[in-house]
């Protein structure tokens, strides 16, 4: 996991770089189960009180809001150098 920002609260389009820790920990725990590709963005919501997975994107395809540009570049030339 490089980055987060949220887009949306409470129904409201709100661009912001914080993400609880709480959603990075859940997160976490969907890459476990599920984990698609070197690069991937996932959309997370909060449902009825929980953490639900909205979808899963390809990275070409993401919509990065407010998140760490630098990271995730540095993030792909990495991956992109250890091949």
Same mark, same amino acid.
């Given at each position: +996991? $490089?980055?987060?920002?949220?887009?949306?609260?409470?129904?409201?389009?709100?661009? +912001?770089?914080?993400?609880?820790?709480?959603?990075?920990?859940?997160?976490?725990?969907?890459?476990?189960i599920y984990?698609?590709?070197?690069?991937?963005?996932?959309d997370?919501?909060? $449902?009825?009180g929980?953490?639900?997975?909205?979808e899963? &994107?390809?990275? &070409?395809?993401?919509g990065?809001?407010?998140?760490d $540009?630098t990271a $995730?570049?540095?993030a792909? &030339? &990495?991956?992109?150098?250890s091949?």
């Amino acid at each position: +996991i $490089i980055t987060g920002s949220q887009y949306m609260i409470e129904r409201r389009v709100t661009l +912001i770089n914080q993400v609880p820790d709480s959603v990075y920990q859940f997160v976490e725990q969907m890459k476990d189960i599920y984990d698609p590709a070197p690069a991937y963005v996932i959309d997370v919501g909060m $449902i009825k009180g929980e953490y639900k997975v909205i979808e899963y &994107n390809g990275f &070409n395809h993401a919509g990065l809001y407010h998140c760490d $540009i630098t990271a $995730i570049v540095d993030a792909i &030339n &990495n991956m992109v150098e250890s091949r």
